[in-house]
């Protein structure tokens, strides 16, 4: 018995290191997986808290509430709204969570109406058109501007939009042809338009600002206003707000629909306001023309109107109403250097400094300049004795040329 114990003592002992050379490579094991599947984890959370960036891009009628509108969205109701020069950049952030990253929005104004309309390429182009957004603001109190505000900017949106789609179409991408699924999507297969529509290829939004001031006008014009306005949306595809910065349930509206354009947030309710009484709420794909009309033409005028289109026929219509002022000159902006907003003390400080460097030179210049000139001048001159001392001699020889001719011989 003490013999057995013995052995079976000695194959315990024996048998322990094997034991304990096994567990430390079990547990290096785990230890491996535990890494790996933390390793994968991060990057999971990675890829899904990355910050996704959008563009917004504001146009619309000079001093017609661009700025006010995305000082609101951007929650900065305290800042001052400055005049907007040329092409201006700002950005905003959205945070989605805990962890999760932050949604970034690129937001490009443009000033001056349509006279900087060539402007437009810089903010859209290959590489931003796939998240891109535009927003058009029609000041409601300046009747007489609102469609030709609305038909340049309108085309040339359009131009380098389709200019950008049909170089991605060169290069075999398949993203022009997404974005306009995308875009008639919106109005469903079986729409009763759907033969007279043309959608814009990225998310459009019609903002009539300065409600306040266009709700005392005569009822009959507000109602042609509301009606074109619904039509020019309609057509292309668009969404059509009113708001007032003096009215913050309408400004409210109008920051949750620019919210859903830059962040991708749940979308406004459909359901809309197609009163010309009261400010104007049109989703996108909700209107129809049957609901809007037809083109308010006087009775008058009806012999005299002659149109190709409808589109025509409802820029004769409202012109009858309205008649269009004069086209917008591009004026040449105040040097934005001068601009008190615009300060910078370091930038400032050497473009004065270059600013009297180029006036000396100028000065150094002109003076050079005068003093050749007077050389030229005193060695033309010099010159020009020198060729009538020349001439003269040479008169004079030939005078004594010819009397000595002259005499007779001896």
């Given at each position: ?38 390793a994968?984890?991060e990057?999971?959370q ?24 995305l ?7 305290r ?14 952030r ?23 309309a060539?402007l ?9 058109i ?15 501007e609102?469609w ?9 949106l ?39 529509l ?29 009606r ?8 292309n ?51 129809s ?11 008058e ?17 409202y ?55 007077a ?36």
């Amino acid at each position: 018995k003490r013999e057995r114990e013995r052995e079976n003592c000695s194959q315990r002992v024996a048998g322990a290191p094997t034991q304990l050379a096994t567990m430390p490579q079990d547990t290096d094991e785990s230890r491996r997986k535990d890494v790996w599947a933390r390793a994968l984890q991060e990057r999971q959370q990675q890829q899904h808290g990355s910050e996704e960036e959008r563009t917004v891009i504001l146009v619309g009628s000079k001093q017609g509430g661009k700025t006010t509108l995305l000082m609101r969205f951007l929650d900065r109701p305290r800042d001052k709204p400055k005049p907007t020069t040329a092409l201006e950049y700002t950005f905003g952030r959205r945070s989605r969570g805990h962890d999760l990253g932050k949604d970034i929005v690129h937001s490009w104004e443009l000033a001056g109406g349509t006279s900087l309309a060539s402007l437009i390429d810089t903010p859209i182009s290959a590489a931003t058109i796939r998240n891109s957004s535009v927003v058009l603001c029609l000041d409601l109190s300046k009747p007489n501007e609102l469609w030709n505000t609305q038909e340049r900017l309108l085309k040339a949106l359009r131009n380098r939009v389709e200019k950008v789609l049909s170089d991605l179409t060169a290069k075999d991408s398949r993203l022009p042809q997404h974005l306009r699924k995308k875009a008639w999507h919106k109005f469903g297969e079986n729409h009763p338009d759907k033969d007279l529509l043309d959608p814009f290829p990225v998310p459009l939004l019609f903002v009539g600002t300065k409600y306040d001031v266009f709700q005392d006008m005569e009822p009959e014009k507000r109602k042609v206003v509301c009606r074109t306005l619904r039509f020019i949306a309609h057509c292309n595809g668009a969404s059509l707000l009113f708001t007032s910065d003096q009215d913050d349930g309408l400004m409210s509206k109008c920051r949750a629909l620019l919210s859903h354009f830059a962040f991708k947030t749940s979308a406004p309710s459909r359901s809309g306001s197609y009163d010309h009484t009261q400010p104007l709420i049109v989703p996108v794909g909700s209107d129809s023309l049957n609901g809007i009309g037809a083109p308010p033409v006087p009775t008058e005028d009806i012999g005299s109107v002659s149109a190709r289109n409808p589109v025509d026929l409802w820029k004769a219509a409202y012109g009858s109403f309205f008649p269009p002022t004069k086209a917008e000159t591009q004026a040449i902006p105040d040097d934005p250097a001068s601009n008190a907003q615009f300060a910078e003390p370091d930038v400032d400080a050497m473009r004065t400094q270059k600013d009297e460097e180029l006036e000396r030179y100028r000065r150094q210049a002109d003076r050079r300049a005068r003093e050749l000139a007077a050389k030229h001048a005193a060695g033309s001159d010099r010159r020009s004795r020198r060729s009538d001392k020349g001439s003269s001699s040479e008169s004079s020889s030939r005078r004594k040329s010819s009397r000595s001719s002259k005499k007779p011989p001896a």
